[in-house]
């Protein structure tokens, strides 16, 4: 049963962890495939950025401002040569009519249609911002490009026309796995730059499934190719324009490598509870020996007593023995401090009335007497609200010492609370009890000294008697409460005993 009992949760816990493993280890791998995606669309941002540059720096050639276009059109050359993969792109200046005045494409001086506007024309015209264009089959070659334009003060605009080749060259650089597939997407989710078979799918609106996953925003998703694969994608999107990357692994391929890490987890688990098996076999009765070694003393800590456990053998049975014995003198502590008050350590209320009930029972069965005394200090509060509650609880802590000076060794002393407290005679009648309440009102009487001060409270006793006054705990306190009172009443400083007939 002990092995049953080790193995078989063992086990159940395996197939849990193996699982839980199974899905931490596809989500780690998305995480860092949306990485990934976000690394390689910052790329493509920044080769966007470094064209507008380019654009930029050449709006300020004082050619144009001289009109030397033939000169102008020789120096846009010349960035595209110093451009890396400047042959993927060409630099056309329009004017304020968006008619062609040069294209790096064609010699200086070639005539162009007059119909022919570039792409974002209008837009840098009205906003005076820079243009990204989505993907379009450009009208002169009738090949797919993508354009950037910027302004140049209120009389031209330049653009570089970019074949999306230059893109692809971009994804082959970042070596992906050749069984991932990753693509870049304009503004309208039309294809700009595929990983594979790119002359195939430039230019071509994405899946639906694809295109609808792209419109929700969401990062990581499971869509459907063009080639009915099914994919685990992620998408990093532009900061620079309205493109976005995507990534996709198939889904077969992650799960095959997940189901590879599954078995060789499922092997060493295999392997662990066997060896486990054989080793739990073999102590399985030295921890049966010390298990029962741990019974006694665990009875003793369920009866309330102090524990001992002898040496077990077994280092783990050994710490639960040293606990049992910690655990035994805490609860012990514990007890101690729920009867007893935190600052005189007397009995508290509950231990009072709890051993008075004990009391009154073998008072009954032995036909003995039982006499409470009930005290309540006079001034006490004067003091502590002139001095403060330190100095008042230091007096309280005298007090109870000299209350269990002057009662029996075998009288219980209790504080009820604030400056009441109460005595439980056993054996004593109230005659008996009077005058040891005398002896106690003439010693809390005397001065205290605390801190140089001479502090003077006194004592007001009321005494019942069991069975005379009661024969419960309510009615012997309530009645010594009274005589109490009527201590006060009548002067303080002295002792009354219960009156039977009032």
């Not at 989505?134 to 910027?150: A, E, K, M, N, R």
């Not at 590879?260 to 499922?266: C, D, F, K, P, V």
């Not at 604030?418 to 106690?440: N, Y």
Request: hydrophobic fraction near 40%.
């Amino acid at each position: 049963m002990l092995i049953l009992a080790c193995v078989v949760p063992a086990s159940l816990m395996a197939i849990v962890l193996i699982a839980h493993d199974y899905q931490r280890a596809r989500e780690h791998l998305l995480f860092n495939l949306l990485t990934t995606a976000r690394t390689m669309i910052s790329v493509v941002d920044r080769d966007l950025a470094s064209i507008e540059s380019s654009l930029n720096a050449l709006s300020t050639s004082p050619y144009l401002e001289q009109r030397d276009f033939r000169a102008f059109h020789a120096q846009a050359r010349d960035v595209l040569l110093s451009q890396a993969g400047g042959d993927d792109m060409h630099i056309s200046l329009l004017d304020n009519k968006g008619i062609p005045v040069l294209n790096t494409r064609r010699p200086y001086g070639t005539a162009f249609s007059q119909s022919n506007i570039a792409a974002g024309y209008h837009s840098i015209r009205e906003t005076g911002k820079p243009f990204i264009s989505d993907i379009f089959t450009s009208q002169f070659s009738g090949l797919p490009i993508i354009t950037i334009g910027v302004p140049i003060k209120d009389r031209y605009t330049l653009h570089a026309a970019i074949k999306p080749d230059r893109f692809y060259k971009l994804l082959q650089s970042q070596r992906l796995p050749a069984e991932w597939v990753a693509a870049i997407f304009d503004g309208q989710n039309t294809i700009i730059a595929r990983s594979r078979d790119m002359p195939r799918f430039v230019g071509k609106k994405a899946s639906q499934s694809m295109e609808e996953q792209l419109s929700s925003g969401e990062p990581i998703f499971v869509t459907t190719s063009h080639d009915q694969v099914k994919l685990y994608t992620v998408v990093g999107r532009s900061t620079v324009s309205s493109w976005s990357l995507a990534i996709g692994i198939p889904e077969d391929l992650i799960n095959q490598e997940l189901r590879q890490t599954m078995l060789w987890l499922i092997i060493a688990t295999i392997i662990l509870l066997a060896s486990s098996l054989g080793a739990a076999w073999l102590i399985g009765g030295r921890i049966a020996e010390s298990i029962r070694g741990l019974t006694g003393p665990a009875l003793a800590l369920g009866a309330g007593n102090v524990v001992t456990v002898p040496p077990l053998n077994l280092r783990e049975a050994d710490e639960v023995g040293n606990s049992l014995v910690k655990v035994s003198y805490m609860l012990l502590h514990a007890q101690y401090r729920a009867n007893h008050d935190a600052l005189t350590g007397l009995a508290n209320r509950s231990l009072f009335n709890e051993v008075l009930e004990q009391h009154l029972t073998l008072c009954k069965r032995n036909q003995t007497p039982l006499s409470i005394l009930y005290i309540d200090l006079d001034g006490f509060k004067a003091i502590n609200d002139q001095h403060g509650h330190d100095v008042g609880d230091r007096l309280l802590c005298t007090v109870a010492s000299r209350m269990k000076v002057g009662s029996r060794r075998s009288d219980m002393v209790a504080r009820l609370g604030g400056d009441e407290f109460a005595i439980i005679m056993v054996g004593a009648s109230r005659a008996d009890s009077a005058v040891v309440a005398q002896k106690l009102v003439d010693s809390l009487s005397c001065p205290y000294e605390i801190d140089g001060m001479k502090l003077r409270i006194s004592a007001s006793i009321g005494i019942a008697g069991y069975p005379e006054s009661g024969e419960t705990v309510e009615s012997l306190l309530q009645r010594a409460d009274d005589a109490m009172y009527r201590a006060k009443e009548l002067g303080r400083q002295r002792v009354e005993t219960d009156d039977i007939e009032s």
